[in-house]
């Protein structure tokens, strides 16, 4: 990516590979050292379209359920080159912040090093009031939980499939994190999944 673009078009997900779901559940482990190598942006973009994408065509039904299809999750991309939003409808990442945060990130999260080590660290946050206006309090307390387990799945899966590795992070201060990814006031993260490959 270049550090002058502002918006780029992810290339198209693919919808076959050679490893089988089967096969990428068994193999899925929490994996916390990583080598240094990057992702390209059809990684990038396939790992999102698993977590979030438009599978549905023009009724813009998702890779993972939302209750209600009121799907307040939102996906971050931590990289060297600055901090990338992702938007589902045109498959697309828009900049988000210019500089690098991943060791900062890793310091909000209780100093979990492995983070600011990823290539990629994915961050999943949720705007409550879309979930909340319809369910109330039980669309914070079981919905939206529910909503980025699902989609943290998916990435975990697509990752082993593509050879990368991955562990969930739910352990940060979310004050922090909040702060490091300057995040809308209206938003909170969930969960850190930084991506890579994994060091042998």
């Known amino acids: 990516m270049s550090n002058s673009e502002s918006r780029i078009t992810l290339p198209p997900p693919r ?5 089988s779901l089967e096969t990428a559940i068994a193999q899925r482990r929490s994996v916390r050292r990583y080598a240094p ?13 698993a977590a979030q994408g438009i599978t549905g065509g023009r009724a813009a039904l998702r890779a993972a359920p939302s209750a209600g299809a009121c799907h307040p999750l939102e996906f971050y991309v931590c990289r060297a080159d600055g901090v990338w939003h992702y938007e589902p409808q045109q498959h697309r990442l828009v900049r988000h912040l210019e500089q690098d ?6 310091e909000a999260a209780w100093r979990q090093r492995f983070i600011a080590e990823a290539p990629c660290a994915f961050v999943i ?4 009031e879309r979930t909340t206006r319809r369910y109330g309090e039980r669309g914070r307390l079981r919905y939206v939980p529910m909503d980025v387990g699902h989609a943290a799945e998916n990435l975990l899966l697509q990752a082993v499939a593509m050879g990368l590795a991955s562990v969930p992070v739910g352990a940060f201060d979310d004050t922090a994190v909040k702060r490091v990814l300057a995040l809308p006031r209206n938003e909170e993260p969930l969960y850190i999944l930084p991506v890579g490959y994994p060091k042998l």
């Open 37 to 49: 190598r990057d992702l390209n942006l059809e990684q990038i973009g396939q790992l999102l379209w």
């Open 15 to 19: 919808t076959g590979g050679p490893v």
């Open 125 to 128: 946050s949720a705007i409550f």
């Open 101 to 106: 945060v991943r060791a900062e990130l890793a």
